[in-house]
């Protein structure tokens, strides 16, 4: 049962559950209040305590977490695509674009940072004119839509993207090859992408993928390979795969929900967002991070100020400064105007 479903007595009757999930202090359930909707929610939007959002609704006063404000000026905010920019059905919700905009024009850089390449971003510029930069493929390339041309890259050796496509093979899974240039697909394996749990992209890889009849060659054509991912069948094939590969020189997420990701070794959406403020003249204490899943994890460490979606993995959750709504809500545009606008270089001023 969801928390928000419970009754009074229900939240009462579970008290150390609930208390766990909202990731609250310790405290004695026999001499302290027990959970109430309002406070729970306020806490869980704030990523606060549960005690630091009771003593504010009730006396107004901030502690703990609730003091914490981005003590910088927000010149850059980078956003994570898949599960934070996009909803479920991977389109862009109404009022994102609208946000972004009022941000750009408060002069705060918005940026893609996503795990999809320069070919799966493109159809989403044209209603992101404000968004000119790209930390994509998890940092091995960062790109400039304006000028079309790449501002820094790192790729994967031959050799290695070889050695992936043997254990795609090997494990009857779906390989997917990203470059500045395309995105390459088996023709086959796209036309049944839910066998992989990657169904909600099959739509975008019909209409922006290189579809190859034989993937083992797609990759021999190639000298290096910016980012490679494995889409398995199954959660225990991607153990499995990954104890195979995990002695190369890579750097490995688990994203989706059988998803293998593989970049160069030291690539990261923290290394290329770097790489993007040393390009532009920003401190990372000056940058924002967006984001909800593992593989953003570095970036939201890196950044000066981390927000995490209100779907976001609870790891995620309790690793940022704030959390925000969720991605079928336009929680990064509530995030953008309640947290980064406000300390826009054009504002001048900070929240108190």
């Not at 929610?41 to 305590?49: D, F, I, K």
């Not at 609730?66 to 389109?91: E, F, H, V, Y």
């Not at 290189?210 to 398995?232: F, G, S």
């Amino acid at each position: 049962m969801d928390i928000n479903d419970m009754t009074d007595e229900e939240l009462k009757n579970n008290y150390n559950i609930v208390r766990y999930k909202a990731d609250r202090d310790s405290t004695d359930a026999e001499t302290k209040y027990y959970l109430n909707k309002e406070v729970l929610a306020y806490a869980r939007e704030h990523n606060c305590t549960y005690d630091d959002a009771y003593t504010f609704l009730k006396t107004g006063e901030k502690t703990g977490r609730l003091i914490k404000q981005p003590r910088n000026k927000c010149r850059l905010i980078a956003l994570d695509m898949d599960g934070t920019l996009l909803r479920k059905d991977k389109s862009l919700h109404p009022g994102s674009a609208r946000d972004i905009a009022k941000a750009a024009k408060a002069g705060i850089h918005v940026v893609y940072s996503s795990g999809r390449s320069v070919a799966e971003i493109l159809p989403y510029v044209p209603a992101l004119k404000p968004m000119r930069y790209a930390v994509c493929m998890s940092g091995a390339l960062v790109y400039d839509f304006k000028e079309k041309c790449a501002i820094y890259r790192k790729a994967v050796e031959q050799k290695y993207v070889l050695e992936i496509a043997a254990e795609a093979v090997r494990a009857d899974a779906m390989l997917h090859l990203l470059t500045e240039e395309a995105s390459v697909v088996s023709a086959e394996q796209v036309t049944h992408m839910k066998d992989f749990h990657m169904g909600p992209y099959q739509p975008s890889y019909l209409q922006t993928a290189t579809l190859m009849p034989d993937m083992t060659r797609a990759a021999e054509q190639y000298e290096a390979v910016e980012k490679v991912n494995i889409y398995y069948r199954n959660e225990e094939d991607r153990r499995r795969g990954y104890e195979r590969l995990k002695s190369l020189p890579l750097t490995f997420a688990f994203a989706e929900e059988t998803s293998l990701e593989m970049n160069a070794e030291g690539v990261t959406k923290a290394a290329g967002l770097f790489e993007l403020t040393k390009h532009l003249g920003i401190k990372m204490e000056e940058t924002v991070g967006i984001g909800d899943g593992e593989n953003d994890r570095a970036m939201l460490e890196a950044v000066g100020f981390s927000i995490a979606m209100g779907n976001a993995e609870d790891a995620i959750r309790r690793l940022c400064d704030k959390v925000t709504t969720d991605n079928e809500h336009n929680g990064a545009g509530k995030a953008i105007r309640r947290w980064c606008i406000p300390h826009a270089p054009k504002h001048l001023r900070f929240l108190h």
